[in-house]
């Protein structure tokens, strides 16, 4: 078993790994629970959600009172994104991932609001195959076997 964490590749893929098992867990639990994460500075405020298999990075120029503040809570099936309800469109869509953030002439009025939503599963399948590749890829050691007589 020492002989199979020598060198760094194994280590780092492993590691990997371990990251894209966590993520599949917290893919399968966004399907049953919503969990937002927000993060307050002076100035703005970050949420990080986690929602349908999807997590999802919303910024707003708003700050809140409150610097660390988890919520967690049952899926809702008709939960409507800020954007939605503000009536923004996605900026870039593609296969899932999707990127958009606010009019900057409207941004002047209501303070800026961008979002970008990353599939957990783009996310989790090239750690995976990279973990894979670097597991694989670590140095064999081939013992000579003596020569019969």
Not at 76 to 83: A, C, E
Not at 119 to 146: C, E, F, H, N
Request: negative net charge; aromatic residues 12%; glycine residues 6%.
């Amino acid at each position: 078993m020492r002989d199979f964490f020598h060198g760094w590749r194994r280590k780092v893929g492993c590691a990997l790994l371990l990251v894209a098992i966590g993520l599949c867990i917290l893919w399968v639990r966004s399907e049953l629970v919503h969990d937002t994460l927000s993060i307050s500075t002076s100035t703005r405020s970050h949420l990080l959600t986690s929602l349908y298999g999807r997590l999802i990075w919303e910024t707003t120029e708003s700050a809140s009172e409150d610097l660390f503040l988890w919520n967690s809570h049952e899926a809702n099936f008709d939960w409507l994104s800020p954007w939605v309800r503000k009536g923004l469109l996605p900026t870039l869509e593609l296969a899932g991932f999707e990127y958009g953030a606010q009019d900057p002439d409207a941004a002047r009025d209501e303070g800026y609001y961008g979002w970008v939503i990353i599939p957990y599963s783009w996310q989790i399948l090239p750690m995976t195959l990279l973990s894979a590749y670097l597991i694989a890829s670590g140095k064999r050691v081939i013992k000579a076997t003596p020569a019969p007589l």
